[in-house]
C-alpha cells in the first residue's frame, strides 16, 4: 500500500486522459474525504459541479460565446471542455461572516480541489487543473448556475490515465529554498 506521502510526492498532471471516468457514486466518498480540509467556523463555502456529456458542450458554448470567437477559432475553443469525459467546477460560496473574510472562504473552496485531486489521483484516475480567464465570464457563470455569492475558480479535469503517458512529471522542490525559520 502507498503511503499518503507517496501519494502526494508522486502527483501529477495529466493533459490527456482516456474516455474512462469515476462515476457519480465513486466521487461520493472522495469529495466527503475533500471536505475535511481546515474550515474556520465550518462554513463549508464550497460546492462542486460535475459536468459530463452534454454539459461539457455547453460549457464550450458559453467559452465561444465568451470569447466571441468564430470559426476555427470557436472550435478550438469548444472542444476545450471534451479534453476529459468529466470535469468537476470548483465553486467557492462564500457566506456573510464577520470571522470569516471572503479570501478564506475561497482558500478552504482552493483546498477541497486539491485534496480532491489528490484523491482522484490516488485512486488510478488522471486529472488537471484548469482555471484562467474563463472562471470570470458572464457566460461560464450563467451555463453552471452561479449565484451572487459563488466564484468559479476552476475545474478539474478528470479520465482514464493512458498507457504511454509520460507527461506531467515535475523534478522535487529543494524544501531548504521554501521552509524557513523565523528568527
Known sequence: MTSFLEAVASRRSYSRVTDEAPTHDALLPLVAA????ADHSSLRPWRVIELRGDARNRLGAAFVKDAGAHGPDAEKLAGKPLRAPLLLAIVSVRHRSDKVPGWEQDAVAAGVAHTLSLLL????????????AHTRSKAVHKAHGLARNERLLGWLYVGGVPEDSREGHRPSIDAERY?????
Not at 475533500?34 to 480540509?37: D, E, K, L, N, Q
Not at 488522471?126 to 482555471?131: A, D, Q
Open 34 to 37: 475533500a471536505g475535511r480540509v
Open 179 to 183: 521552509l524557513t525559520a523565523l528568527g
Open 121 to 132: 489521483h490516488e485512486a488510478g484516475w488522471g486529472v488537471f487543473w484548469r482555471t484562467g
